[in-house]
Each structure stands twice: as structure tokens, then as C-alpha cells.
């Protein structure tokens, strides 16, 4: 009989398979389990080095390849700021690739190769590699009694599960089944329980993470993981105050246990228990002897807890005694960017040096995506400079204008203004300039963070690029880019939702304020098709037309003006702004086209919409008292122009009954009122008069006089004169003649123009 079970387990030992490795002899198992320890602890560096030793020690342990390669994946895991993926994922196939070598009939090493397949999407190929892993698995019938082998295979089968877990989401279709079984075969081992709790953690069951956690508790009860895992599922679900104790038990487990400590940092600091959080990271540090690469993860926490000074205090330390940590360099650039009060120069500084010293292949994804979010607060007064720049413009010419028809006296007073100004205009356009070069660069990084890890240009979105997406958006419209706005904007409508309509709506006011007006109107009208009495759609297309029209001699905007009157007047209460908006382009319109009765008709309709609204009497009774002077100017008669200028007074008078302060309807009232003064005498207040000459005296017959940006225009007699009527509010004259020197004179309250043209 003793024979019998001897030779029996022989047989079992001389099967292909993990088993025969993975016994193994009790030393080796130590030694192994204090490197498996160092990496639980997060000493990855120390936990390398054993794995390496071991590996020297005993090349054909496939065991050790296995945790060696898991170590790289975890080391990433641990820092997914300053560490790359895609090294990690390299180091890790390579290892497991060699325990295969060492041992082809062992299962682990596949599901090793199978996890790293997952992490770069090639699901198909993980697929086979599990298969291939199962292969070697020996029949649970074979094994069941045998305790050691049973444990290795439940073990394996936990593995398997595990491997389909990715991103935090796992296929639980796929992945429960294996679990289920490796529980079924083995119940005690802690290894086991912790992987189902965290397979539960990834789908929200905190519930049965919980249970699987106290389970692994139960079976090991001196390990302080469990416990740890288990303030894990009371963070997620935002239960601070539950998630401490769980990790000051493990803590109180073991009291070198460096992960509990950092977490307790982070907890502390979300907390706003700083003192406290500190405490916790710097005893972190200690017990991971301070080396730079704990010092490093050390950092990403406090990162992650916000304490961005200190990140940048320790980045500095770390950079003082090793360069070789280029990467460092992020954390420093990210945190002059994130802290309270942003430095994006000096985040600009650090980014810049990232991407100089560090491999290309180890820039990651975030890295472009922060760099576009400096350069573009680093130029934040970009349209603050533009505005001041189109502000400035105008201001200059006019001084350049009063500078060419003034005194000797005065010259060198609006040279000295002009010279000012062009010197202030040169910074703007250089400070403009170099701006547009860094906002460029900020969106050529956002494409490369969208495209980075983009292998399928027509695959659907996903969630964080639609999110990047959205935020290119947004910033090309906040930096005038209008047109590649909306095209951006345009890239996350699906034209098969019907509840969409917000969004094209975001694409169309994007191609209007970029002045493209036959894009937005096209825009505009797929939102009509869908919904025909959606009224901002209307308003919008109605504002595209008054653009296309501005002096509104086409009436282009007329009947989409008068589409939101028949719209929006299903509910004047409630539409009452759009109502008005359509009334005051339907006043003006009629007015510029000579309807007074039909403008005044509607002036009045503004007024009584709504009786207690004071902006609509200041609008219409303003519409009226310009319509009314319009009137007078063209009046022939001194009566009709009285009558008309008594009118346009009362309409004033009105405004400052419900608005006494009311700056421009006092203006308005005293021109009104000059103007009434001078008719009663006799004389027109608009009309001007001058001669136009050479630089000799010598008079220029058939000059053209213009009063800017209207159609008022007079043409010079054979001694050089004019005069005519211009319109209210004039600003300009522009003075040009066959031959000369086109010439801008500001009006201003003279009756008389003398103007002198060069050659």
C-alpha cells in the first residue's frame, strides 16, 4: 500500500506541468516568498535584485521568472506618472518569455505573456496564450488529493482569472468561472481570496470585495494586505473615516508594512488631516530607506494628494543628485501647473526638459496633454493683447491724422503721441506674434496626445478622447480659432442620436463668430430640419444673415427676423429677449429703407411687449427718437423739421422719465435740442463746408469728399469747393483726388474743413 502511494506520487511529480517546479524546495520557497514580500512592501528596485539572484542561482525555476515579470507590471502600476507602460510591458514579455525557456510545460508564464497581450490590446492573442496555459493544467481528478499540487493548480487558475482584468474593468463572464473553481479546489489560501476581491472591486461589488478580503484575512491573519484592500473598497465608495482604521490595522499587523503608510498620507490629505498626512509619507519614505526609487513613488503620491510644493521641493532634491531621472522633470512641470498659485513659466521650463532628455518612447500621453494646457496658460492675455492691439489701431490713426494738419505748435505734442502709440502697437505685435507660435505648438500637442494611442482613426470614441476632444474645442474657440473649433466640435456629434441638437448648435456659433457664415448657416438649418421650431436655431440664423448683410440693403436677415416674430411669439413671455432682438433689426431695417411708419410701428410694439420692462422703453423710444431726427434731416421745411425734432425730443424725454441717468439719451436730447436752436435760425447743424488744395493753395476740382463707412459723398467745384449735408455721428471725412494722396480728417464740432492733399 505505502508502495503504491509512493509510486503514485512519483507519477504525479514526472507529469508535465507547473507542479514540478513550483513545489519546490523549502529554502528556494523562502527565499522566493522574501522577494515576493519586498515587491508586496513596494521595493520594487530590492525586490528586483532578489528576483535576479535567484534567477542566477537557479535559471531553470520558472517560478522566479513569473514574480520577476509581475514585478515589472506592478512597479508601473505604482508610479503610471514617472514610469512607462510600454517599458514595463517589454521587460515583463521578455521575463516571462525566458520562464517559458526555462520551463515550456509551466502555465504561469503564459498567463503572464497573456496579461501583457491584454494591456496591449490584443485580446486575441491573450486569448491563446490562456489556452495554452490551461493546457498544461493536469486533470483536477488526477490531483485532488494530493494537497500541494491541488494549491499550485487553484493558484493558476486564479492567475487565469485574473488576466482578464485591465484598466480596472475585468470580462467577468470570462474571469468568475476560473475564480469560482480555484475557490472550490482551495480554501485556504489567502492569494486567492485577495485576487477574487479585487476581481469584485473592478465591477463595484464592494459587498463580496469585502467578504473575499476578510476571507484572505481569515486564512492569513499576519498579513496586512487584506486589511489594506479593504480601506481600498471604503475609499472608492468615498467612506473616509471607515477606510482609516482598515489601514491602521494593517499597520498595526505590520508595522513596516510601507504601503499602509502611503495610503494613510493620501487618506490624511484628502482628509485635510495635513500634519498627519505628511507624518504618514515620511515614514513611508524611511522605511523604504529613502533610495530614489521609493523616494520617486514617494513623490507621485504626494502629487496625488496635492501637495504640490513639496512635489517640486523633492523633484528639485532628486534632479541635485541624480540627472539621470530625467523624468522627473514631469511631476515638477505638472505641479507648477496644477499648485494654487501657478507658475507656467517655470511648468513650461521642466515639461521643455522632459521632452529633451528623456527617450521619445517614454514620453507619455499626459505629457503632450500638460503641455498644451501650459502653452496655452502661459499665453492667456493672448486675446487681451488682440483687443488691445484693435483698440489701439484706430487711436493711432486718428493722432496720425491730427498730426498731419496740425500747427507747428502742436506737431511735436502729437508726435510725441504718435510715436508713443507705435511704439506700444510694435510690442503688442510682437508679444502677438510670438504667442501665436506657443498657442500653434499647444494644439499640435493636444493632437498628439489624441492621436497617440489612437491605432483605428475610425474606431468610436472612447470617453477620454472624447473628453480631450471637447477641451481642444473649447480652447480653440477661447483663443479665436473659430473655424477649428467647430470642425473639433463637430467630431463628437453622432448624426444618428436624435437629442443632439445642443451640440450641433455648439458647432454652429463656433463657424458664426469665425465669420463663416455660409458653414454656420448650413449648421443651423440641419438643427431646423431636425426640430422646425427650435428657436435659438432661428436667432442664430437670423444674426448669420444680418452679418452677411450688415448695412442691411439686401434685407437678407428681413424674413428670418420676422420667422422668430412667428416662432417666438407663441410665448412673448418667455421669449421675450428674442422678441426683442427681432424687433429692434426689423426698426432699424425699415428705418434705413425709408419705412418710417412701418419702423415707428414697430418701435411702439417693442414698448407695449412688455409695460414694465424699462430696456424696452429705452430701446424704443431711442429707435423712435432716431428715426424721428432722420426724419427732419431730410425734411424740406423748417416747420416739418421742428415738428419732426419735437417728436424725437419727446422720445427722449421718455427715456429719462424710466432712466434719468441715462448718459446717451441726455446726449441725445441736448444734439436734438441744438438742432432745434439751429433750425429755428436758419441753419443746419450737419451741413460742412471746405476747399481742397494742393500743398501750393492751388485748388483741386473734383476731389471726392466722403464721410467714412457711409455712402455720403461730395465732389469738389473747379475752385475746390463743397459742401453738403453728413450724417449724425460722423467721424471721419476721407479726402481723395486723381493723382494725390488719399487723406483721413477727423470731424469734429467745425463747420469748416480745409484740406491740403500731397502729391
Known amino acids: 500500500m505505502k508502495a503504491m502511494k509512493i509510486s503514485m506520487l512519483k507519477k504525479v511529480v514526472l507529469l508535465p506541468g507547473v507542479f514540478s517546479l513550483l513545489m519546490g524546495f523549502s529554502l528556494q520557497a ?23 539572484a535567484l534567477i542566477q542561482k537557479e535559471p531553470g525555476n520558472s517560478k522566479n521568472y513569473y514574480y520577476y515579470g509581475e514585478n515589472f507590471l506592478l512597479e508601473y502600476f505604482s508610479d503610471t506618472i514617472s514610469n512607462s507602460l510600454d517599458l514595463a510591458l517589454k521587460s515583463a514579455q521578455e ?33 491563446e496564450l490562456r489556452t495554452k496555459a490551461k493546457s498544461f493544467l493536469l486533470p483536477y481528478k488526477n490531483l485532488k488529493k494530493i494537497n500541494p499540487p491541488a494549491m499550485d493548480y487553484a493558484f493558476a487558475l486564479a492567475k487565469i482569472a485574473e488576466s482578464y482584468a485591465n484598466d480596472g474593468t475585468v470580462d467577468t463572464a470570462k474571469a468568475m468561472p476560473f475564480i469560482r473553481q480555484a475557490l472550490t479546489i482551495d480554501k485556504k489560501n489567502a492569494e486567492i481570496y485577495l485576487i477574487a476581491g479585487d476581481l469584485y472591486m473592478m465591477v463595484n461589488d464592494g459587498s463580496n470585495a469585502i ?105 528639485e532634491d532628486i534632479l541635485a543628485v541624480d540627472q539621470s531621472r530625467g523624468y522627473m522633470n514631469r511631476l515638477a512641470g505638472y505641479s ?34 500638460y503641455m498644451a494646457r501650459i502653452l496655452l496658460k502661459k499665453n492667456q492675455d493672448y486675446t487681451k493683447m488682440l483687443d488691445e492691439l484693435n483698440s489701439l489701431t484706430p487711436q493711432l490713426n486718428r493722432e496720425k491724422s491730427r498730426l498731419a494738419t496740425a500747427t507747428a505748435a502742436n506737431k511735436p505734442k502729437f508726435q510725441a503721441s504718435v510715436d508713443e502709440m507705435t511704439a506700444k502697437a510694435a510690442d503688442l505685435e510682437k508679444n502677438i506674434a510670438a504667442a501665436d507660435k506657443e498657442i500653434s505648438r499647444a494644439f499640435a500637442e493636444y493632437n498628439k496626445a489624441f492621436n497617440m494611442k489612437r491605432t483605428d482613426p475610425n474606431a468610436p470614441l472612447t470617453p477620454q ?18 473655424d477649428d473649433a467647430a470642425r473639433t466640435w463637430a467630431k463628437l456629434i453622432d448624426p444618428a442620436k436624435e437629442n443632439n441638437l445642443a451640440e450641433y448648435m455648439q458647432v454652429g456659433r463656433a463657424f458664426y463668430n469665425g465669420e463663416n457664415y455660409k458653414s454656420a448657416d448650413s449648421v443651423f438649418t440641419i438643427v431646423i430640419k431636425k426640430q422646425p421650431d427650435y428657436l435659438p436655431a432661428h436667432v442664430y440664423i437670423a444674426r448669420t444673415y444680418s452679418r452677411m448683410d450688415p448695412d442691411t440693403k439686401l434685407g437678407l436677415a428681413k424674413p428670418k427676423f420676422e420667422k422668430i416674430l412667428e416662432v417666438a411669439g407663441k410665448d412673448s413671455l418667455k421669449n421675450e429677449s428674442e422678441l426683442i432682438e427681432a424687433l429692434t433689426y426689423l426698426g432699424f431695417y425699415n428705418m434705413e429703407n425709408g419705412n418710417y411708419t412701418k419702423a415707428k410701428d414697430i418701435y411702439n410694439r417693442m414698448i407695449s411687449l412688455n409695460p414694465e420692462s424699462r430696456d424696452n422703453k429705452i430701446r424704443g423710444y431711442n429707435g423712435i427718437g432716431s428715426l424721428e431726427t432722420r426724419a427732419a434731416g431730410q425734411e424740406k421745411t423748417l416747420e416739418g423739421k421742428l415738428a419732426y425734432l419735437a417728436k424725437s425730443a419727446e422720445s427722449y424725454q421718455k427715456i429719462l422719465e424710466v432712466d434719468p441717468n441715462n448718459a446717451s439719451a441726455k446726449s441725445n436730447l441736448k444734439w436734438v435740442q441744438d438742432y432745434q436752436a439751429s433750425v429755428r435760425k436758419g441753419i443746419n447743424p450737419n451741413e460742412i463746408k471746405g476747399v481742397v488744395t494742393d500743398m501750393a493753395g492751388n485748388p483741386i476740382p473734383y476731389a471726392s469728399v466722403r464721410v467714412k463707412d457711409t455712402a ?32 483721413e480728417v477727423e470731424i469734429t464740432k467745425s463747420r469748416v474743413y480745409n484740406v491740403k492733399l500731397e502729391q
Do not use: C
Open 211 to 315: 467578504k473575499n478580503y476578510n476571507l484572505a484575512q481569515f486564512a492569513d491573519p499576519q498579513s496586512p494586505t487584506a486589511a489594506m484592500k479593504i480601506g481600498y473598497v471604503y475609499v472608492k465608495g468615498r467612506a473616509l473615516q471607515q477606510a482609516i482604521p482598515n489601514f491602521e490595522e494593517a499597520i498595526g499587523l505590520n508595522p513596516n508594512y510601507a504601503p499602509a503608510y502611503r495610503e494613510l498620507g493620501q487618506l490624511y490629505w484628502r482628509a485635510g488631516r495635513l500634519e498627519q498626512s505628511k507624518a504618514n509619507f515620511k515614514k513611508y519614505l524611511d522605511l523604504t530607506e529613502g533610495n530614489i526609487p521609493a523616494k520617486t513613488r514617494y513623490v507621485n503620491s504626494l502629487f496625488y494628494a496635492g501637495d504640490y510644493e513639496e512635489v517640486i521641493k523633492n523633484v
Open 30 to 52: 523562502q527565499d522566493l516568498n522574501s522577494a515576493i514580500q519586498l515587491t508586496k512592501s513596494e521595493s520594487y528596485d530590492k525586490a528586483a535584485d532578489a528576483y535576479k
Open 95 to 127: 521575463t516571462y518569455e525566458k520562464g517559458v525557456s526555462a520551463n515550456p510545460n509551466d502555465p504561469l508564464n503564459y498567463v503572464g505573456l497573456a496579461k501583457v497581450a491584454v494591456y496591449r490590446g490584443d485580446d486575441a492573442k491573450a486569448e
Open 336 to 369: 507648477y501647473y496644477e499648485k494654487e498659485n501657478p507658475d507656467f513659466n517655470k511648468a513650461y521650463s521642466y515639461m521643455e526638459t522632459l521632452f529633451k532628455v528623456v527617450d521619445p518612447s517614454l514620453i507619455l500621453q499626459k505629457d503632450h496633454h
Open 712 to 743: 455720403a459723398e461730395n465732389l469738389t467745384n473747379g475752385k475746390g469747393e463743397y459742401k453738403f449735408e453728413i450724417p449724425q455721428a460722423s467721424e471721419f471725412l476721407v479726402i481723395s483726388a486723381k493723382g494725390f494722396k488719399t487723406k
Open 465 to 482: 478622447e472624447r473628453s480631450l476632444l471637447n477641451e481642444m474645442a473649447t480652447n480653440y474657440y477661447t483663443y479665436r480659432n473659430y
